[in-house]
């Protein structure tokens, strides 16, 4: 940018420092005349695919048009049809399943009926409960739950089951699918043998003390650890279950009685939700409504 003078005396030195500083404050000029990337308050930047709040996310989902029931687990039964062919079958039975209250979309971000089942006439002690039963004008319940479904119009409460009905088994018909969730039944700890299936060592030829043992678990020093989600044994059952698409083989709503094809999850006198076959009815409200030309 500049040259050394031929000269090196006193006079030299001082042309030097000059014009040293002369070019450092040019560059200094340049540089604040450049805006700096901090001082920008906003940037440009394309608008995401999917709009990610509650609300749009809830649109997008499987929901059903109508909320399901609580069901109470008796137990399995070999059922006849008209061919005489035996189909395995398990026995719920619906008991004082009343609607409570809802939740509605502007409010929560999804549309919810909330139930309850199995009257508890004492050793209520929540506040929050006791409220919701005085509301509805039900008594109290042992079970309460909530079921979505497929709304987003602010008017829907006008067009939902009425707070205080109470749903029988005849809510189903005979014929259609239905889904049941419940808590599987818990085995305690158990190895890896009877919790995930291991074929386990061998009985003999040198194996000692190893005959139901998982075997290795990872590698030695790399990666030097176990990865997480490594099948080992644990605490087996007690854990959320959906059987799907069950066929409706009877309905009796005098008595409670509803009978489907199948097994469901649960010990007996278990507490089950009983919806429509969310594979089969379900759909995304996306798809339900007009779209503007």
């Not at 048009?65 to 005489?84: C, H, Q, S, Y």
């Not at 205080?164 to 014929?175: I, M, N, P, Q």
Request: net charge positive.
């Amino acid at each position: 940018m500049f040259s050394l003078p031929q000269q090196t005396s006193k006079r030299g030195i001082g042309l030097l420092n000059n014009q040293f500083l002369s070019n450092i404050t040019s560059i200094r000029n340049v540089s604040a005349k450049i805006t700096s990337i901090h001082a920008i308050t906003s940037l440009k930047t394309t608008a995401p695919t999917r709009n990610h709040t509650i609300q749009e996310s809830t649109k997008r989902k499987l929901l059903l048009e109508r909320p399901g029931l609580f069901a109470i687990k008796r137990g399995m039964i070999t059922w006849f049809n008209e061919k005489g062919e035996h189909i395995p079958a398990t026995v719920l039975e619906v008991d004082s399943c009343e609607v409570l209250g809802y939740k509605l979309f502007k409010d929560f971000g999804y549309t919810a009926v909330i139930m309850g089942t199995i009257d508890k006439l004492k050793n209520v002690k929540s506040t929050n409960d006791l409220r919701i039963f005085e509301t509805a004008k039900v008594s109290p319940k042992q079970k309460i739950g909530e079921f979505k479904i497929r709304s987003i119009d602010n008017d829907i409460e006008s067009k939902l089951i009425p707070v205080g009905t109470e749903l029988t088994a005849d809510y189903f018909s005979v014929g259609q699918k239905v889904d049941v969730k419940g808590v599987t039944k818990g085995k305690g700890f158990a190895g890896v043998m009877k919790r995930w299936g291991f074929s386990g060592g061998r009985a003999t030829h040198g194996t000692s003390k190893a005959h139901r043992t998982p075997g290795a678990t990872g590698g030695n020093q790399n990666p030097g650890r176990v990865f997480p989600g490594k099948k080992m044994p644990g605490r087996m059952g007690h854990q959320n279950n959906t059987g799907f698409n069950l066929e409706v083989l009877h309905t009796d709503g005098e008595a409670g009685i509803l009978i489907v094809k199948g097994n469901v999850p649960g010990p007996k006198k278990s507490i089950i939700k009983v919806s429509d076959a969310i594979k089969e009815y379900g759909n995304s409200i996306n798809n339900t409504i007009p779209q503007e030309k």
